[in-house]
């Protein structure tokens, strides 16, 4: 890969694989009061990556006006969705949390799903501030929700019409959201599901520095107890801070997509969009060579 895949400071990537084209969905790496929107990269090739900006539209999202960032999409019905974090709310009594659009194009624009213009989930359960969101299908159609700042993880199940939630059956112990954090967890959960288990990738260290790594978990169950069994995304001689990942298959092969940072820079929103493979190895994953 030419990395990085775009000029401009990007973070967070949500990779998706829509009519053949790959489209990462994106923070902008800016300071909190400047993230006022989100972007989307585009690509048919690998090769060629188109920016699109501004996908969200903002004011069917009341309340929310800064931190806007780690974006997540998922198709169902021929509609797509947008999960994304605003305000970086610490309480129940601030504006913000998690807000869901909804669109007819994977390229949005995205309105609220919710008429009333409220967040999706604005409350802090099991001590997870709401933010870095997940959106993963299950292959009998069921969707879970994965989101957790503050060092914990939580899972819950969405409802029929994405815009709520619905108990989650056994094995998920009738909860509506239930904490799920395994070893090291700080934030940005995904999922993926490799021979019929649930694996986990998860970004440890500080966000705004070069110990930010990934690192795997592996679980029966959507809802059940994920086991670390390794790191995957470390830094290296080529770059620092690996991170806030996600993956997608494409003309037959695995791609992880993150951001990482230029060694020697200490600005903490210098993040660049990166893909590289993403390495399978006796139904596991495996460590991530950054290129």
């Not at 967070?12 to 790959?22: A, L, Q």
């Not at 807000?99 to 099991?126: C, Q, V, W």
Request: aromatic share 14%.
């Amino acid at each position: 890969m030419n990395n990085p895949v775009a000029p401009k400071w990007y973070a967070d990537p949500e990779s998706r694989v829509y009519n053949g084209k790959v489209y990462l969905y994106v923070t902008n790496s800016l300071p909190y009061e400047e993230q006022t929107n989100l972007d989307l990269v585009v690509t048919e090739d690998l090769e060629h990556f188109e920016m699109i900006e501004g996908i969200l539209d903002m004011p069917t999202y009341h309340g929310a006006y800064k931190a806007i960032w780690a974006p997540t999409a998922i198709e169902k019905d021929g509609k797509y969705y947008i999960v994304f974090a605003a305000n970086d709310i610490h309480s129940e009594e601030e504006i913000g949390g998690l807000y869901i659009g909804i669109a007819d194009r994977p390229e949005g624009p995205f309105k609220n799903h919710r008429t009333d213009g409220s967040p999706l989930m604005n409350k802090i359960y099991h001590g997870a501030q709401p933010i870095d969101a997940h959106l993963f299908k299950d292959d009998d159609g069921a969707i879970y929700l994965y989101y957790g700042g503050w060092q914990h993880l939580v899972v819950a199940k969405m409802n029929e019409a994405m815009n709520g939630f619905e108990t989650m059956p056994e094995p998920c112990y009738d909860h509506t959201v239930r904490e799920l954090t395994p070893e090291g967890y700080v934030e940005a959960p995904y999922v993926m599901k490799i021979d019929g288990k649930y694996h986990l990738m998860y970004s440890s260290g500080g966000w705004g520095n070069g110990t930010y790594h990934v690192k795997a978990a592996v679980s029966d169950t959507p809802c059940g107890t994920f086991t670390y069994y390794g790191d995957i995304l470390k830094k290296s001689e080529l770059a620092d801070g690996p991170g806030h990942n996600s993956a997608f298959f494409f003309k037959g092969k695995h791609y992880v997509a993150y951001h990482r940072r230029t060694i020697g820079d200490y600005n903490p929103n210098h993040r660049k969009l990166c893909i590289d493979i993403l390495p399978i190895e006796n139904g596991k994953l495996a460590p991530v060579t950054m290129t």
